[in-house]
């Protein structure tokens, strides 16, 4: 079996450049997309940012606020300029970087749909040997064990996420989790 390489970034499925970049540097990749829900992956960003020191606003809501204004026109920059780069794209794309659907369909123009597996988090933390098995067998590698399924990057919330704020979120993302439940299969967890 030839060698394998790994790498990982939650940044690569919205970059507008990853997905030509994985085809033209790396012809015959395998791209896994680990998705989980999208209210809470954008409030867990917000928080990660903020302990990172990239979030300089530390009221969810606020930054929600202003994540319109941060990204005009950024992605388009990005995409006229290979080499450049946005730091409100990397760090501010907070509702964004949720809307999964799109970003998969721009990375499946470059490496193929049938190079691509999407995974939910949340079934990988419920039940991880499953989809473990499903990596595997996507990857074409043989199975040998189970490995120690650990948490990371798990922060404490210092408070629950206002339910108003968490109502329309979960309406903003409504015909975008429509869209996923195309690449799962089934509708995504969170919203069964």
């Known amino acids: 079996m030839p060698p394998q390489t790994f790498e990982s970034s939650p940044y690569y499925l919205y970059h507008p450049h990853a997905g030509a970049r994985m085809a033209r540097d790396l012809p015959g990749i395998k791209v896994i997309v680990l998705v989980r829900d999208p209210v809470e992956r954008a409030y867990s ?3 990660h940012e903020v302990a ?3 979030e300089t606003v530390s009221d969810f809501a606020q930054a929600l606020d202003l994540e319109p204004a941060r990204l005009r026109g ?3 920059r990005l995409l ?3 080499h450049a780069y946005s ?3 990397q760090h501010h794309g907070y509702r964004s970087r949720g809307e999964y659907a799109v970003y998969l369909r721009r990375m499946a123009e470059h490496v193929g749909r049938e190079r691509m597996l999407v995974v939910e988090s949340e079934r990988f933390f419920t039940d991880p040997k499953p989809v473990y098995d499903s990596v595997l067998a996507f990857l074409g590698l043989p199975h ?3 490995p120690e399924f650990e948490q990371h990057n798990a922060r404490p919330r210092s408070a629950p996420m206002p339910a108003r704020l968490r109502a329309e979120l979960v309406a903003h993302y409504a015909p975008h989790d429509t869209a996923l439940a195309e690449w799962l299969g089934r509708t ?5």
């Open 80 to 82: 006229a300029d290979e």
């Open 52 to 54: 990172r020191g990239f």
């Open 45 to 47: 960003q917000h928080a």
């Open 188 to 192: 995504p967890s969170w919203r069964a």
């Open 144 to 146: 040998l064990s189970y």
């Open 87 to 89: 730091f409100s794209h």
């Open 74 to 76: 950024q992605r388009e």
